[in-house]
């Protein structure tokens, strides 16, 4: 089960995840070329190893395991993946 970047993060985009991830599957960073382009941050579910480390940084509450979800935001899980072409 991989975690998702839900709507709290759309033009928030607070890297604390990004920074704790210990695999680097969130991004866009501060450092890339599309972070100011891009509405919000994503994981990537394939690279995501399910260790919850950005759950507890994310100021905006923005992070939520796949299962759990709010129903107003399930289409996210499709948001994140589609970013990496998955």
């Known amino acids: 089960m991989a975690y998702v970047i839900a ?8 890297t604390a995840c990004v920074d704790a991830c210990p695999v680097d599957c969130i991004h ?10 891009a509405p919000q941050l994503y994981i990537d579910p394939v690279e995501c190893i399910d260790c919850g480390a950005c759950v507890p940084v994310c100021p905006v509450s923005a992070i939520f395991a796949v ?19 998955r």
């Open 7 to 14: 709507q709290p993060c759309i033009d928030v985009k607070d």
């Open 28 to 37: 866009p960073g501060k450092k890339e070329a599309d972070f100011e382009g």
């Open 67 to 85: 299962d759990d979800l709010p129903d107003a935001w399930k289409g996210f899980a499709k948001i994140n993946a589609d970013h990496y072409g």
